[in-house]
């Protein structure tokens, strides 16, 4: 049975850090590509940043220079690292494992960026 499970989120002030984790199980981790995702309350899913099986990243104009995506395959686990965060990056964050059109999802974690 594959699994996402996320973890890291919280309540954070503007211009603070946070460090989401995503640890998988159940997959061939090194074979797949990795993202994260966001979703906050009446708007639709982005991405936010992914990471390919060979490393290369790619990430979201508004995230760019303030999240850094990294994974680990010895761990099977991909981690999010936001700096510089804003109240625009409130949202729900969900963990995604993708390889050849197969999609996994983690249940999320929230991120809520306020003072």
């Known amino acids: 049975q594959v699994q996402l499970v996320e973890s890291g989120g919280g309540l954070v002030q503007p211009g603070g850090s946070l460090r989401l984790s995503c640890v998988s199980s159940?997959?061939?981790?090194?074979?797949?590509?990795m993202g994260w995702y966001r979703q906050a309350p009446g708007k639709q899913r982005e991405l936010v940043a992914s990471?390919?099986?060979?490393?290369?990243?790619t990430y979201a104009a508004s995230v760019k220079g303030r999240f850094t995506i990294s994974r680990d395959n010895t761990k099977s686990s991909v981690d999010l690292q936001m700096n510089s965060l804003k109240p625009e990056d409130t949202a729900v964050y969900y963990c995604?494992?993708?390889?050849?059109?197969?999609?996994?999802w983690g249940q999320g974690t929230q991120v809520t960026v306020s003072s």
């Open positions: 159940g997959l061939i981790f090194r074979l797949y590509a």
């Open positions: 995604n494992a993708n390889w050849v059109g197969f999609e996994q």
């Open positions: 990471i390919a099986s060979d490393g290369s990243t």
